[in-house]
Each structure stands twice: as C-alpha cells, then as structure tokens.
C-alpha cells in the first residue's frame, strides 16, 4: 500500500524554523518526484517546493525562495522541507506528493499520490 506520512509540523512564532518530514512507505522514492504543497483557509492549495527523483533539480515557490529547503533521502524514502524565517501567511496545512517519473514542476495535478498533511502555524 503507497503511503505519505507527513510530520513536524506545529506552532511558532514569526521569524521560527520548522522542518517537515514525509516518510514514504509501499515504493522506493528513486524514481518518484516528489513535492511539498500547502494550503491555507479560503485559499487554493499551491507549490512550495517541488523536487525532481534525483533530487539535482528543485523548484521553490517565488514566495519561499531563501527561506525554505527541499531535501531528500532516498534511501531512507525520506523527504524533507526545512522552513526558516517563518512568516504568519506561511500557516497552512503542509502536504507531501509524489509522481513517478522525472517531471518536478509545481502542478498538483501531476501528483498521484498525497500524505494527509500537517498543519503549520505562524503566530506570536
């Protein structure tokens, strides 16, 4: 059975750090895509940062970049997202995906399957 299993995610104060875990179990990451995307009230989910198989190549939302990491270990069928200088508009909850193939573009509809997501609040 493919799962994503989000964690890590929590309250903190503005200017705080989080990292978020994804533990993948039922495949082998090597030649999955994998991303993060969030969601917040009322809003439309998006793109946070989003990471070909080999991990060589990520996209970050223009929104995260320098402040956010993608990270992976395949061999241990781990992703990561490390999120530094918190911000109150990065509360949402955060999701992991993952597609097959090389494709690492932001687009959720390229993404098979999700974890249940992990909520992340940014408040003083």
């Known amino acids: 059975q493919l799962q994503l299993v989000e964690s890590g995610g929590g309250l903190v104060q503005p200017g705080g750090s989080l990292r978020l875990s994804c533990l993948v179990s039922?495949?082998?990451?090597?030649?999955?895509?994998v991303g993060w995307f969030r969601q917040a009230p009322g809003k439309e989910r998006e793109g946070v940062a989003c990471s070909s198989y080999s991990g060589e190549s990520t996209v970050y939302a223009d929104s995260v970049k320098g402040r956010f990491t993608f990270s992976r270990d395949n061999a241990k069928n781990m992703a990561y997202l490390r999120m530094n200088t918190l911000k109150p508009e990065d509360t949402a909850v955060y999701y992991c995906?993952?597609?097959w193939g090389s494709g690492y573009a932001c687009d959720d509809n390229m993404y098979d399957y999700w974890g249940q997501g992990t909520q992340v609040t940014v408040s003083s």
């Open positions: 039922g495949f082998t990451l090597d030649h999955y895509s």
């Open positions: 995906a993952a597609h």
